[in-house]
């Protein structure tokens, strides 16, 4: 039963190709953690990598499990499968095994890389634990919870993300404002239920992923204790993979009855104002705003908002207020740092053109056959393209804005430096917009120049900064945004900024001039191809 979609996964041309552009992007970023592991003169460099490699994991797991588990659905032709001998839960499974296997083969193509950090003596053999086998295991959760989380109807999904905001609201209350006066805040209340709360939030603070890793690497640890928080976070894990993964199995077959065969309700309101004169912005909007990711938009939004009002305030911060996580911030980069970082999720959407592009090549081919009939030109699937990035990810730049505004008017920065930062902000996420929308024309899957713009470029301006490059920093375009706030505005800033201006003109004007001779060109190609 399995043979077959392990053929499938491992011939397909765009599938290997893609699998070893990941292998080689996966060994160059674990490379480059271990190394500043090697020459960090902090022992919490260590703690930091763990982080690193942690967060690599979750999004290689989402990418390799749960993008493609959740992808799944969408085409039609997974009716002959559902309605075959073979049982849908089976077709899960052996599309799950596929997913779990390539992800396998690419985190294992690191661990030799993280190994040698135990063979030079800079890490014992015991904490490749943490750093080797923790980040795969919870990219499996990671992957296997989108999927779950995609799977769900709709009524579940609007309950979970209630349940969602209560817990992005508890954190900002518990874990942000009142921070390491959280026990003075407890105090008012009932000793029994103060220190009931207090043990809740310390067990989730420390029995978590990241709060493990930064135990375990912690001066001060007790070795049994470590051992046993990271004995009872994989029991957990477990236990939370094999609930992911059987719900997932069995609702595979009606989400997919869901997507394709659910009734329109006739109490549905009239979209005719909505879609206006044109319907292609509107139907790519609503597509990539099927899964908005609201949850993500208000921890980000909720923390640029506190963190806004910390930095406004300065020394006149009341007392009882929490200020640890945000000196800790303030070691890690700052307001400047998280603008940043907010800027380059904004053109994440940009970049990967998540409104127009379909999950394979058969799929585009049966769109495109219809959408090229009609009278559509290169500016209408530009405008459909820019309204659902930009309808997906200015949540993240208004985000930003808040942060420049504050250090604004705090007088942390000048105003010129500010106003060269939010510039560069907008020029990164044009660049990113440019780039996959020339991408989607061309017919190129963005996904391999994606990871590079979202991950490569934030990775190389923090090796930039690191290592006191600041004129290679100015000419990195996640570093538009970054270096104004840090080193100030430089003639090389005012250089990297015009090469990306000028990339995204010329980019943009050559996509809009070729847009559907290339579609075209690109569907003769395709059409019937295996």
């Known amino acids: 039963m399995f043979k077959p979609f392990f053929i499938a996964a491992m011939i397909a041309p765009g599938r290997q190709l893609g ?18 592991a090697s020459v960090a003169e902090t ?35 997974l009716e002959f499968l559902l309605t075959s ?17 390539r992800f396998a083969l690419v985190w294992l193509s690191g661990v030799p890389v993280i190994a040698g950090l135990a063979f030079c003596g800079i890490v014992d053999p015991k904490d490749l634990l943490p750093l080797a086998a923790m980040p795969f295991v919870w990219g499996l959760v990671g992957g296997f919870g989108i999927t779950a989380w995609v799977y769900e109807s709709r009524t579940l999904r609007r309950i979970g993300e209630l349940f969602g905001l209560l817990g992005v609201f508890a954190y900002l209350v518990v874990g942000v404002l009142a921070g390491e006066n959280l026990r003075l805040w407890l105090e008012q209340l009932p000793e029994w239920l103060g220190q009931l709360l207090f043990d809740g939030v310390f067990f989730f603070h420390n029995l978590n992923p990241f709060g493990v890793v930064r135990y375990w690497f912690a001066s001060d640890k007790a070795d049994w204790l470590a051992r046993e928080r990271f004995e009872y976070l994989h029991l957990f894990a477990a236990a939370l993979l094999s609930i992911l993964s059987v719900r997932a199995a069995y609702r595979l077959k009606g ?31 609503r597509r990539v705003m099927e899964y908005s990711g609201r949850i993500n938009l208000w921890l980000a939004g909720g923390f640029a908002l506190i963190y806004a009002a910390f930095i406004v305030a300065g020394e006149n911060w009341p007392a009882w207020l929490g200020k640890l996580v945000f000196q800790l911030f303030e070691t890690w980069g700052g307001a400047p740092m998280i603008a940043t970082a907010l800027a380059v999720m904004a053109a994440v959407p940009a970049v990967f053109q998540y409104g127009l592009w379909d999950s394979n090549s058969q799929d585009r081919c049966r769109r495109l056959e219809l959408l090229l009939l009609t009278e559509l030109t290169g500016r209408d699937y530009w405008n459909a393209s820019l309204a659902a990035a930009w309808k997906r990810g200015r949540g993240y730049l208004f985000a930003s804005a808040v942060l420049w505004l504050a250090l604004a008017i705090s007088g942390r920065n000048p105003w010129f430096d500010v106003l060269a930062a939010a510039a560069g902000g907008f020029a990164l996420w044009g660049l990113a917009f440019a780039v996959g929308f020339r991408a989607f024309a061309s017919g190129h899957q963005s996904s391999g120049i994606a990871s590079l713009f979202t991950l490569g470029l934030p990775l190389a301006l923090i090796a930039a900064v690191r290592l006191k490059l600041n004129l290679v920093a ?19 800033w005012g250089l990297g ?19 559907d001779r290339d579609l075209r060109k690109w569907l003769d190609a395709n059409q ?3």
């Open 85 to 101: 001998p073979l049982e849908p839960r089976g077709v899960f499974v052996a599309e799950a095994s596929v997913g779990v296997a």
């Open 474 to 492: 100015d000419l990195i375009p996640t570093g538009l945004s970054y270096t104004p706030l840090s080193t100030g505005v430089s003639w090389t």
């Open 19 to 36: 699998f070893r552009k990941l292998v080689v992007a996966h060994v160059l970023v674990v490379a480059a953690l271990c190394y500043a």
């Open 497 to 515: 900024f015009a090469m990306a201006f000028g990339a995204s003109a010329i980019l943009t004007r050559y996509g809009l001039a070729r847009c």
């Open 528 to 530: 019937g191809k295996k």
């Open 255 to 285: 989400h997919f009855q869901d997507r394709h065969y659910s009734p329109i309700s006739s109490s549905r309101p009239s979209q005719l104002d909505r879609i206006g004169d044109r319907p292609l912005s509107w139907w790519a909007v």
């Open 43 to 77: 022992a919490s460099a260590l703690t930091n990598v763990g982080y690193g490699l942690l967060v690599l994991g979750f999004v290689e797991g989402a990418a390799l499990v749960g993008w493609r588990l959740t992808q799944l659905p969408k085409s039609q032709a």
